[in-house]
Structure formats: structure tokens, C-alpha cells
């Protein structure tokens, strides 16, 4: 019993130590591996910065309390992952971003960007316009009732007779006929 104060302990010859509680009223340097706790239950606090250059950091949530920023060179979840704020996803333009699963957008824009180019899928959208040729393989369908307005630019009609079908054929030259109104003149188009 008793207690050694005010005294270097291996100063000459280090030598092993074993205490209950080891405490630095200064900067205390450990050379070699350091283990802090024996068991899954302890508690470990850091009430001042901690510079960890190397090594892994397991089964430890990081920011739970008080996030901050973090730099990573691969980020990985095992999980869904949720970002807030801003999220920018690559830095150049040649870089690759791969989607294994499925992405849900519900605002913002996608420019410079080809939709379906490997493999289609359906669209649905409330303005469709295109600053070149635009080409639909199928049927398709202009307007969803009798008093929509079909604009054609670029092709010059005549009248080609009278109609009390929607979508009826010319009786010559077969060109297709644009609906105005039911029993009103069609315009024969010439192209």
C-alpha cells in the first residue's frame, strides 16, 4: 500500500504497468497496439478530437449524435441509404453511374441524357417536344377528346370532303385526314 508521488517510473528501462485506472493530466503517448475496453458494453469517450490515419473503423455508427462531414474514396451500404441536402454523383462528365436497382425521381431535370437507349420502357410526360426528327414505331394516338387542337407545321393541306368519323380515310390519294369537329371539312395533307 501507499503511493508513489512525483517520481518517473522507467525512464532508464521501460518495463509493463498494470493499473485500475490510468489517467495523463497531459498528452500521453502509447507506442504499439492499444486496446480501450474489454467488452462490447463499455463505453469509450473521446472529449477531444481523435486523428486516426489508419486502420478500420467496425460496427460503429458515425455522426449519431452530432453529424459532420465525412470523406470517403468508395462509400458502400449494405442497406438503404438516405441523403439529405444536395447530392452530387460524379465529377466529370466521363464518369459512370451505374443504378443496379431501381431509382425513383420525382423532381428536378435530367439533361443531356439518353432515356432507354439499351434497353426502352414506357414514358409518360405532359409536353412532349423535339428539336429534331422524332420517330414513334406502333399506332399512335393524337388528342384524347373531339375538341383537342392539332398543330401541323411544315405540310400544306386542301379540303378533301366531308367526315362523321374520327380519324376517316380521304376518298383520294389515301392521305390522312385530322379530325377538327364532327361533320366539319378535314384537310387532305400532301407531304
Same mark, same amino acid.
Do not use: C, E, P
Given at each position: 500500500a501507499g503511493a508513489i508521488d &512525483? *517520481?518517473?517510473s522507467g525512464a532508464t528501462t521501460a518495463s509493463t504497468g498494470a493499473f485500475t485506472t490510468p489517467s +495523463?493530466?497531459? +498528452?500521453a503517448t502509447f507506442n504499439g497496439d /492499444?486496446? %480501450?475496453g474489454d467488452a462490447f458494453a463499455v463505453t469509450i469517450m473521446f472529449t477531444g478530437t481523435v486523428d486516426s &490515419? +489508419? =486502420?478500420a473503423i467496425d460496427n460503429t455508427t458515425i455522426g449519431a449524435t452530432t453529424a459532420s462531414t465525412g470523406a470517403f474514396t468508395t462509400l458502400l451500404a449494405s442497406g438503404a441509404a438516405t441523403f439529405k441536402g444536395d447530392v *452530387? %454523383? =460524379? @465529377? +466529370?462528365v466521363a464518369d459512370t453511374i451505374s443504378f443496379t436497382g431501381t431509382g425513383d425521381i420525382n423532381a428536378g431535370a435530367i439533361d443531356s441524357t439518353t432515356i432507354g437507349a439499351t434497353t426502352a420502357s414506357t414514358g409518360a410526360f405532359t409536353t412532349l417536344?423535339? *428539336?429534331g426528327a422524332a420517330t414513334f414505331n406502333g399506332d399512335v394516338t393524337l388528342g384524347d377528346t373531339v /375538341? @383537342?387542337?392539332m398543330m401541323l407545321t411544315g405540310i400544306r393541306g386542301h379540303q378533301c =370532303? !366531308?367526315? !362523321?368519323?374520327?380519324n376517316h380515310w380521304c376518298d383520294y390519294g389515301e392521305h390522312w385526314c385530322v379530325h377538327h369537329a364532327v361533320g366539319q371539312w378535314c384537310s387532305r395533307l400532301h407531304w
Open positions: &512525483n *517520481t518517473t +495523463a493530466s497531459g +498528452a /492499444v486496446t %480501450l &490515419n +489508419a =486502420g *452530387t %454523383l =460524379g @465529377d +466529370a417536344s423535339a *428539336t /375538341v @383537342d387542337t =370532303g !366531308r367526315h !362523321r368519323q374520327h
